[in-house]
T-cell receptor, first 112, second 111 residues
């Protein structure tokens, strides 16, 4: 069974700081990888996804993620965070005809 | 095009009561999912459906039942609610498992 591990449960940053959220998955075969974001009081929205091709994926709102197959990782990055990036971020993986498996989430708080 | 809608938005139940949560989508999606979200646990799949008339168990199916009688609707039932079922429930739908659109959620409190 596939599993997803997110390294940090809570991250606190000041505006303009750089962000990197770690995500590792356990499945060894072909996977599709996702980052979702949940703003306070809202539902999940897709931030970006990796299916194949260029391992550096760009998403909405200036976010990007890099797929490193040898490390089973899909870390999320943003060069300069804003207060409006305060949210919970979820990494997710799917393989074959299975279902999405989510990590436990990382709560990001950006102070102005 | 309303996307994915969930009814109700919020509900309080007493232990032992039953209720049904409704998920509706107007995008003609084959796949539909019910998740629960608990603090520090992420989203966990309860049940899912790969088409009208089909259902399958997810990671945490105990205490829940589902039905997909119509393609656009996916119902989640709690026959005898327990405090451990206090959670936020999200429905999602998609044409493929890789692409899911989430509803706004239902907050359930079981006393």
């Amino acid at each position: 069974a596939q599993s997803v591990s997110q390294h940090n449960h809570h991250v606190i940053l000041s505006e303009a700081a750089s962000l990197e959220l770690g995500c590792n998955y356990s499945y060894g075969g072909t996977v599709n990888l996702f980052w979702y974001v949940q703003y306070p009081g809202q539902h999940l929205q897709l931030l970006l996804k990796y299916f194949s091709g260029d391992p550096l994926v760009k998403g909405i709102k200036g976010f990007e993620a890099e797929f490193i197959k040898s490390k089973f990782s899909f870390n999320l990055r943003k060069p300069s965070v804003q207060w409006s990036d305060t949210a919970e971020y979820f990494c997710a993986v799917i393989s074959g005809y299975s279902t999405l498996t989510f990590g436990k989430g990382t709560m990001l708080l950006v102070s102005p | 095009n309303a996307g994915v809608t969930q009814t109700p938005k919020f509900r309080v139940l007493k232990t032992g009561q039953s209720m049904t949560l409704l998920c509706a989508q107007d995008m003609n999606h084959e796949y539909m999912y019910w998740y629960r979200q608990d603090p520090g646990m992420g989203l966990r799949l309860i049940h899912y459906s790969v088409g009208e008339g089909t259902t399958a168990k997810g990671e945490v199916p105990d205490g829940y039942n589902v039905s997909r009688l119509k393609k656009q609707n996916f119902l989640l039932g709690l026959e005898s609610a327990a405090p451990s079922q206090t959670s936020v429930y999200f429905c999602a739908s998609g044409r493929q498992p890789e692409t899911q659109y989430f509803g706004p959620g239902t907050r359930l409190l079981v006393l």
